[in-house]
Structure formats: structure tokens, C-alpha cells
């Protein structure tokens, strides 16, 4: 039986779209999709600031933003 939902690289015009891929900035896997997140960095050089922000996979999206946040809450903790 076929599925009902179209492949993810389906285009309309009978055309296979072409997936895009990206490189995870922190672990270095390649990644065929859209990014899960995005790092940041920034640094400056006189008055000039620069501004990058690098694609992150899901599973190290993930594990960043839960250790910013646990970060977070022991800083709260140590504020009371």
C-alpha cells in the first residue's frame, strides 16, 4: 500500500527537490534537513562587533539549551 504523504524531497512539478544539508558546528556530523538550532558568537575588534550564528544538529541543540538552563537555575539558586 503507498502512504498518503509524499516523500520529504516531493516537489509538485514531478522534480525530486534537492534536501539540504548542513554541518553540526559542535559535533561535525553532516545533516540532511533544516538546522535544529543555532549556536552564537560574538566578538569584536574596535568598534566593529561581529555576529555568527552556526547550525546545530537536534541532539547538541538540545543538550546546549539544557545546560544553559540548568546553568540558569543554579545561578537563581545562589541569588536567594
Given at each position: 500500500?503507498?502512504s ?31 538546522p ?6 560574538v ?38
Amino acid at each position: 500500500m503507498a502512504s498518503r504523504f509524499p516523500p520529504p524531497s516531493y516537489s509538485p512539478d514531478g522534480e525530486h527537490a534537492r534536501v539540504p544539508t548542513f554541518e553540526c558546528d559542535v559535533c561535525g556530523k553532516k545533516v540532511e534537513g533544516e538546522p535544529a538550532g543555532r549556536g552564537l558568537y560574538v566578538w569584536t575588534r574596535g568598534d566593529e562587533a561581529r555576529y555568527e550564528e552556526p547550525p546545530l544538529c537536534a541532539r547538541c541543540a538540545n543538550a546546549i539549551g539544557l545546560a544553559a538552563l540548568a546553568q540558569w537555575e543554579l545561578e537563581e539558586d545562589d541569588g536567594e
